[in-house]
């Protein structure tokens, strides 16, 4: 009997053993915060948790207003309606976006960009 009970344990150890650990994400405001790669361009944006956001390179937001460069970029979650909230400003001028978040996983989080999905994956 103690042979069958060794046997079933190390079965159960050997199951559990190989499967992989699963990420549940965070809620966005959470999980946004990091770098993360912008699957259209390949360029890197980072949300930082003061609202902050790196995107030198004008992957999801920014411009320029007859010759201003808007270069002072935040973001906001609303989790009400499940999306991002990104502004680009210089002064009093300034763009804004709220994009949609149709997916938000540990590791992808998908936005919907005038209804082209795009992928951030996490760097």
Not at 105 to 112: I, K, Q, Y
Request: hydrophobic share 45%.
């Amino acid at each position: 009997m103690k042979k069958i009970a060794l046997i079933l344990l190390c079965g159960v150890l050997a199951m559990t053993a190989c499967k992989e650990d699963e990420c549940v994400a965070p809620d966005l405001a959470d999980n946004i915060v990091g770098t993360w790669k912008v699957a259209l361009d390949g360029n890197s944006v980072e949300f930082q948790t003061d609202g902050t956001l790196i995107d030198p390179n004008d992957a999801l937001i920014g411009g320029e207003i007859n010759g201003t460069v808007l270069n002072e970029k935040t973001y906001s979650v609303v989790a009400t309606m499940d999306s991002l909230y990104l502004r680009a400003a210089s002064g009093a001028q300034f763009i804004e976006a709220t994009l949609p978040v149709t997916r938000n996983e540990c590791d992808v989080v998908t936005l919907d960009i005038i209804g082209f999905s795009a992928n951030l994956n996490r760097e």
